[in-house]
């Protein structure tokens, strides 16, 4: 009987100088695709990060008005360590994003400022793929992981929140070639993670404050599991080479 292979992952294209990734929380970049991230601004490519929360309801023993600007400044760290100078906060209520408008507007004229030829987002599904048993995704992640693919089409049309130009005087940009969705049951690409791999471990440890309420192991040793493991666990669909996947979409 033959044994049934997944297919093989394509490469995520590299002709493209500008990305914008867009996420509800800090630290979902980190557990998500920080290792391509470090590897993209090596080549010298410009990465900033959108996120719409400063994910000041993630830690049950620190009150909100401490916890967001804590995980904002351990954020901004995580974010230097894998070469992004620009991190941007949305300001919606971590926990209780809600998908429409305002979100997508928002998230239009993030990339209207930033005009990337490639957007990144977290997988906007209901639940996550068999590699976490499926479980139930969170509504934030919902949410923003589908403004943001509304928002790519929207930023490059002049009719839809006309506000952004004849108020913010951001012009349209329909120059956004892709989305890709880390995190996604149904990855078609990948990026190779060697060089970034450490380094993305070290990202994911800025997040300490979240990390040690959220498991009783080392914080280093949990950080180096999860992402060693998940990058080795993309690798057999990826010419044997660690990596991080995505479901690329073309615009």
Not at 98 to 126: F, K, M, Q, S, W
Not at 141 to 155: E, K, N, S, Y
Request: a negative charge; hydrophobic letters at 40%.
């Amino acid at each position: 009987m033959t044994e049934l292979t997944e297919p093989q992952l394509e490469p995520v294209p590299d002709d493209w100088q500008r990305a914008l990734a867009v996420v509800a929380h800090p630290d979902d970049l980190e557990y998500g695709c920080a290792a391509a991230v470090a590897g993209w601004t090596d080549a010298g490519k410009d990465v900033t990060y959108l996120l719409a929360t400063r994910g000041e309801a993630g830690i049950d023993t620190i009150d909100p008005g401490e916890c967001g600007p804590l995980r904002e400044r351990e954020q901004r760290a995580s974010a230097a360590v894998v070469g992004v100078g620009a991190v941007e906060f949305l300001d919606h209520r971590d926990g209780v994003v809600e998908y429409g408008t305002a979100l997508r507007r928002d998230i239009a004229a993030a990339i209207r400022r930033h005009r990337p030829d490639l957007v990144v987002t977290l997988n906007h599904r209901d639940t996550w793929g068999p590699a976490v048993g499926g479980a139930w995704n969170s509504p934030d992640h919902r949410a923003v992981g589908r403004a943001a693919l509304d928002a790519a089409g929207d930023a490059g049309n002049r009719w839809i929140f006309p506000e952004l130009l004849t108020e913010q005087g951001l012009q349209p940009w329909n120059g956004v070639r892709w989305v890709a969705i880390a995190g996604s049951s149904t990855p078609t690409h990948a990026v190779d993670a060697t060089a970034g791999l450490e380094r993305s471990v070290q990202s994911l440890l800025q997040h300490r404050s979240y990390i040690e309420v959220l498991t009783d192991k080392d914080p280093e040793a949990y950080c180096r599991e999860f992402l060693v493991g998940n990058a080795e666990a993309v690798a057999p669909r990826f010419g044997g080479v660690p990596a991080v996947a995505f479901e690329l979409l073309a615009r």
